[in-house]
């Protein structure tokens, strides 16, 4: 237990940062599946709400801006692990991991994109992707967790314990 409580940090955010990081090829390169996803089955929706272009190159939360958070919230990550001192750049990368994976999470249940994504060519990731997601929602989760004494100092005033 002792193991797990001082190095179990370094699971979690391998686990994280791997998603993460896989994802950026995906993001950045306008692949056809990313562009489904992200122009196809959400920005239609968004439209439909009066929001259209949210989800579009150059909107708000395109898959390059969803994309440089994700490795904004890595590279915090793998900094906050390997450093020591640096337990609170590991909590908000943490933080940014959660909220970022927490939209995910939400558009997946609540638009049309859906568990299971299925492609424009009837395929289906079967629910990867939202699996995937849940597992880095639950290691973001439970990094803060790990490192609630820094936070919580933060709230309460202290800087004694960051």
């Known amino acids: 237990m002792a193991w797990l409580k001082k190095h179990g940090h370094w699971l979690l955010t391998a686990f994280v940062t791997f998603v993460f990081i896989q994802s950026l090829f995906f993001k950045f390169t306008g692949s056809p599946e990313t562009v489904y ?3 196809g089955k959400l920005n239609p929706w968004a439209a439909s709400l009066g929001l259209g272009g949210v989800f579009a190159p150059g ?3 395109s898959a390059k ?3 440089t958070f994700e490795l904004i919230a890595s590279v915090l990550l793998i900094i906050g692990a ?7 750049v590991q ?18 249940l609540f638009t049309p994109l859906g568990i299971a994504v299925v492609n424009t060519d009837g395929s289906s990731d079967g629910g990867e992707l939202f699996m995937l997601a849940c597992g880095v929602w639950v290691c973001c989760a439970l990094l803060l967790w790990l490192r ?5 100092s933060l709230l309460m005033g202290s800087k004694s314990r960051v």
């Open 37 to 39: 996803i992200f122009e």
């Open 59 to 61: 909107g708000i939360f």
């Open 65 to 67: 801006v969803v994309g």
């Open 82 to 88: 390997a450093l020591s001192g640096s337990r609170l």
């Open 91 to 108: 909590v908000l990368g943490a933080a940014m991991g959660l909220g970022v994976i927490s939209g995910a999470i939400f558009f997946h």
């Open 148 to 152: 609630r004494d820094v936070w919580l």
